[in-house]
Nanobody
Framework: QVQLVESGGTLVQAGDSLTLACATS????????MGWFRQASGQEREFVAG????????IYAESVKGRFFLFRDNTENTVTLAMHSLKADDTAVYYC????????????????????WGRGTQVTVSS
């Protein structure tokens, strides 16, 4: 059974940095593209960042480009999201997602691309 467990969410001040982690189990991690999404209260879940199976190709939402950085470790079966210069608009529940794919270099940005999801971790940025 595939399990994704996010951690690291907390309350921070605007301008702070925070790193989220996603621990995975029950899957051959290197066969999956990984992504981070977020959902603010009353809003749709939106794409934040995605990486290919190798981790060599990563894509970011325009709203976080240059501030957020996604890393995957195929030996530890984890993916992290380093977030810098946090803003109040970054407040949301952050979700880790996994998509099994035969393509090693493709990143996925659509929510419907991903078949496995974690339960999320809350990030609150106070201004």
């Amino acid at each position: 059974q595939v399990q994704l467990v996010e951690s690291g969410g907390t309350l921070v001040q605007a301008g702070d940095s925070l790193t989220l982690a996603c621990a995975t189990s029950g899957l051959t991690f290197s066969n999956y593209a990984m992504g981070w999404f977020r959902q603010a209260s009353g809003q749709e879940r939106e794409f934040v960042a995605g990486t290919s199976r190798t981790g060599l190709n990563t894509i970011y939402a325009e709203s976080v480009k240059g501030r957020f950085f996604l890393f995957r470790d195929n030996t530890e079966n984890t993916v992290t999201l380093a977030m810098h210069s946090l803003k109040a608009d970054d407040t949301a529940v952050y979700y880790c997602a996994a998509h099994r794919t035969k393509f090693t270099s493709v990143r996925y940005t659509r929510r419907d691309d991903y078949e496995h999801w974690g339960r999320g971790t809350q990030v609150t940025v106070s201004s």
